[in-house]
């Protein structure tokens, strides 16, 4: 098996799962699926290192399955909740390092908490607060929040910007955020203070959600 801080198992090869599988593997992870539907198993044997039909809810099934080798557990599993919970706790029970799990709901993410995951992540609420807030600013091409109130995110350069140089924008004492870098394409420009925007650039700018909002909306 390949390095334990790049091995990763996955539990649950749904939607979600497979996806976090297949990219992991693109990334050249050493990927382990388990699914207890035959189907979904072959889907995925030739995407991955190791795909196993098995019962996450069997404690023995995933020792001898050797869950403990691999650096980061995700379970995958998101509509049967007692399956969840069971394969989080015995993925603790094990020993397993890290361990991400998929909720359903707010309750079903405060008992896996509860349980030990390490993260646990609600797709479809997370994914819908990114989608509202690009569409709420056209300007906002993605974002990342890190905790605390402060994002990073990327803004197009608007037209009115296009030939002024980063040390002239004054983000940061009229707006108190700061521009981390452009990118122009897929190359990286730092924010040297002489360098010109251009349109087709995206700024990389940290700050509050609120100071981000007034600087959006003057986009």
């Known amino acids: 098996m390949a390095d334990r801080a790049r091995s990763f198992a996955v539990i649950g090869l749904g939607a979600f799962g497979s996806t976090v599988a297949t990219e ?9 699926g388990i699914d207890i539907d035959a189907a979904r198993v072959a889907h995925m ?10 019962d996450a ?9 050797g869950l403990d080798r691999f650096g980061a557990v995700i379970v995958a599993i998101g509509e049967n909740v007692e399956a ?7 993925a603790r029970l094990i020993g397993c390092d890290v361990i991400w799990a998929k909720a359903r709901d707010r309750t079903h993410h405060r ?12 797709p479809e609420q997370d994914y819908g607060r990114h989608v509202a ?7 906002v091409r993605d974002y990342v929040s890190l905790g605390n109130g402060y994002l990073v995110v990327t803004f197009q350069v608007p037209d009115r910007f296009d030939g002024r140089s980063i040390g002239s924008l004054t983000l940061d004492g009229e707006f108190g955020l ?6 122009r394409g897929t190359e990286f420009c730092g924010a040297a203070p002489d360098f010109g925007l251009r349109t087709e650039d995206r700024m990389l ?8 909002r007034r600087f959006g909306a003057t986009l």
């Open 24 to 32: 992991l593997a693109r990334l050249d992870g050493y990927v382990l």
């Open 45 to 54: 044997a030739d995407r991955i290192a190791e795909a196993k039909i098995l």
């Open 57 to 65: 809810s069997d404690e023995e099934a995933l020792r001898e399955a």
């Open 84 to 90: 969840s919970i069971l394969s989080t706790m015995n």
């Open 111 to 122: 008992i896996l908490s509860k349980l030990g995951a390490d993260r646990v992540i609600l």
């Open 133 to 139: 807030q690009m569409l709420h600013n056209p300007a």
């Open 178 to 183: 700061r521009l981390l870098g452009v990118m």
């Open 205 to 212: 700018v940290l700050g509050t959600r609120t100071d981000l």
